[in-house]
T-cell receptor, first 114, second 113 residues
Framework: GQQVMQIPQYQHVQEGEDFTTYCNSSTTLSNIQWYKQRPGGHPVFLIQLVKSGEVKKQKRLTFQFGEAKKNSSLHITATQTTDVGTYFCAEANAGGTSYGKLTFGQGTILTVHP | DTEVTQTPKHLVMGMTNKKSLKCEQHMGHRAMYWYKQKAKKPPELMFVYSYEKLSINESVPSRFSPECPNSSLLNLHLHALQPEDSALYLC????????????FGPGTRLTVT
């Protein structure tokens, strides 16, 4: 089945450093969603990208969807301790259904040292 | 109200017990999901309900039995579980259609002894 590969598995940074996590697929992705899960918490939706080459920003977070729609990235500028958590990318099944079936990447666990 | 609630928060059960997990949302979402999540792993889809009908069962063992009594409620009935079933069980909901974000509940931390 469709697989979404996510790297790195772990990332340790000093507060103030930048952070990037990448998702890659061998086949074209119809869309990509990003979720954040704080330690002890539950996944929280961050953003969805659907267009080739799309770039979206949320304050210090920048999300990109590759031109070929085979990869995506999440970049955080100047990390803060509140950024700690696991970041997941996920592809939702293409249209035609009344629900979304998400294929998750393995996640990147971000640790921020103060 | 953009909240999905789940009860209980924690559950410890023996392998011969029967218990139920409950999930509720009042966002008018017609798709609801059960996921299982092990530590440091992504959520694994178990079941999907669409308009109160079971749409997906990801080959989940029959000791897990889902139920959708109405458009706001989702239950997961547990019976004769194994220790390897210990995990965080997450409920989620979304609007009609595939390209909508999923709203996750806080989860039930299940321990099977």
């Amino acid at each position: 089945g469709q697989q979404v590969m996510q790297i790195p598995q772990y990332q340790h940074v000093q507060e103030g450093e930048d952070f990037t996590t990448y998702c890659n697929s061998s086949t074209t992705l119809s869309n990509i969603q990003w979720y954040k899960q704080r330690p002890g918490g539950h996944p929280v939706f961050l953003i969805q990208l659907v267009k080739s080459g799309e770039v979206k920003k949320q304050k210090r977070l920048t999300f990109q969807f590759g031109e070929a729609k085979k990869n995506s990235s999440l970049h955080i500028t100047a990390t803060q301790t509140t950024d700690v958590g696991t970041y997941f990318c996920a592809e939702a099944n293409a249209g035609g259904t009344s629900y979304g079936k998400l294929t998750f990447g393995q996640g990147t666990i971000l640790t921020v040292h103060p | 109200d953009t909240e999905v609630t789940q009860t209980p928060k924690h559950l410890v059960m023996g392998m011969t017990n029967k218990k139920s997990l409950k999930c509720e949302q009042h966002m008018g979402h017609r798709a609801m999901y059960w996921y299982k999540q092990k530590a440091k792993k992504p959520p694994e889809l178990m079941f999907v309900y669409s308009y109160e009908k079971l749409s997906i069962n990801e080959s989940v063992p029959s000791r897990f039995s889902p139920e959708c009594p109405n458009s706001s409620l989702l239950n997961l009935h547990l019976h004769a579980l194994q220790p390897e079933d210990s995990a965080l069980y997450l409920c989620a909901s979304s609007q009609y259609g595939s390209l909508h974000e999923q709203y996750f509940g806080p989860g039930t931390r299940l321990t099977v002894t």
